[in-house]
């Protein structure tokens, strides 16, 4: 069983769709949580990052930790076909050494 | 505020001989960098980790003599594949440690052996 779970896709939604992406973990340790937007031959870019549980908004982006149910989720609402790309999530314990343990990433297609 | 910026992004090279990226923060300073390579629609696969004025931690399966890392600035490191083979070919990522755990990345660079 891999750390950190994220279904591939694709997921595909309409343009001004609410987009929900997911991951779960299995290491209690984790207390850092990052989502990460990748286009196709790009370098990862981070959207968001929170610490423990809880919920942190920006702008269109909504990041949700529930440590309870080792559960992280990232909401983008009006969807746009800029979205398109494929998300990661990742997370560390604590520690200035820690290293990212990654999702395998969420392929999104926002059509028009 | 957080780029970080990598060279080259593209780089063609003949078996045998050695190439070097650089990964450079631009904006802040990095203790920490780590370098990552990617395989078509895979995910992320870090290679090691890179701290400043000391050597480089390497991950299990990754061959140190092979994937030569110096980060000898706060803002800078590089990678140096030497006597690349045509299986080395990949998508090479580093990122940088902006403050305590969040991690900024590069655009990367695609490396081809020929």
């Known amino acids: 069983q891999k750390e950190v779970e994220q279904d591939p896709g694709p997921l595909s939604v309409p343009e001004g769709a609410i987009v929900s992406l997911n991951c779960t973990y299995s290491?209690?340790?984790?207390?850092?949580f990052m989502w990460y937007r990748q286009y196709s031959r790009k370098g990862p870019e981070l959207l968001m990052y929170?610490?423990?549980?809880g919920n942190k908004e920006d702008g269109r982006f909504t990041a949700q930790v529930d440590k309870s149910s080792k559960y992280i989720s990232l909401f983008i609402r009006d969807s746009q076909p800029s979205d398109s790309a494929t998300y990661l999530c990742?997370?560390?314990?604590?520690?200035?050494?820690?290293?990212?343990?990654f999702g395998t990433g969420t392929r999104l297609q926002v059509t028009l | 505020g957080a780029v970080v910026s990598q060279h080259p992004s593209r780089v063609i090279c003949k078996s045998g001989t050695s190439v070097k990226i650089e990964c450079r923060s631009l904006?802040?300073?990095?203790?920490?960098m780590f370098w990552y390579r990617q395989f078509p629609k895979q995910s992320l696969m870090l290679m090691a980790t890179?701290?400043?004025?000391?050597?480089?931690?390497?991950e299990q399966g990754v061959e140190k003599d092979k994937f030569l890392i110096n980060h000898a600035s706060l803002t800078l490191s590089t990678l140096t594949v030497t006597s690349a083979h045509p299986e080395d070919s990949s998508f090479y990522i580093c990122?940088?440690?902006?403050?305590?755990?969040?991690?900024?990345f590069g655009p990367g660079t695609r490396l081809t052996v020929t």
């Open positions: 904006d802040f300073q990095a203790t920490t």
């Open positions: 890179s701290n400043e004025g000391s050597k480089a931690t390497y």
């Open positions: 929170t610490y423990s549980s």
């Open positions: 290491n209690s340790a984790f207390q850092y």
């Open positions: 990122s940088a440690r902006g403050g305590a755990y969040e991690q900024y």
């Open positions: 990742a997370m560390s314990p604590p520690g200035t050494a820690s290293k990212l343990t």
